[in-house]
């Protein structure tokens, strides 16, 4: 059972930057999506950022493109979020997972791989 270590949470200002990152140790597999969710309170699980693992292809929800960019690293095993421009609503709780998604979306899961533990990111002033 793979369980990523997870790290770069924490409180940031408006308009401040994040980085988190995600290592599965001895995860390979190529044919998944890996990266992100959030879920804020009171609101459902969102995917966020995905890289496709056997590509590099890269998606990300319409609310944070131009502002957040995923990437991995070549062994396929480490992904990192880097978070930049970050608002108020970016507050939420960050999980990060490998997973298959049913075809034309990355963020539409049917089997997850790996889910990490959760890491709070709160944007406040």
């Known amino acids: 059972q793979v369980r990523p270590v997870v790290s770069g949470g924490g409180p940031v200002q408006p308009g401040g930057s994040l980085r988190l990152s995600c290592a599965a140790s001895?995860?390979?597999?190529?044919?998944?999506?890996m990266g992100w969710f959030r879920q804020a309170p009171g609101k459902e699980r969102e995917g966020v950022a995905a890289i496709y693992a056997g590509g590099g292809s890269t998606y990300y929800t319409d609310s944070v493109k131009g502002r957040f960019t995923i990437s991995q690293d070549n062994a396929k095993n480490t992904v990192w979020l880097q978070m930049d421009s970050l608002k108020p609503e970016d507050t939420a709780q960050y999980y990060c997972?490998?997973?298959?998604?049913?075809?034309?979306?990355?963020?539409?899961?049917?089997?997850?791989?790996?889910w990490g533990q959760g890491t709070q990111v709160t944007v406040s002033s």
């Open positions: 997972a490998a997973w298959k998604s049913y075809g034309g979306s990355a963020f539409r899961p049917y089997a997850f791989y790996y």
């Open positions: 001895g995860y390979t597999d190529s044919t998944t999506y």
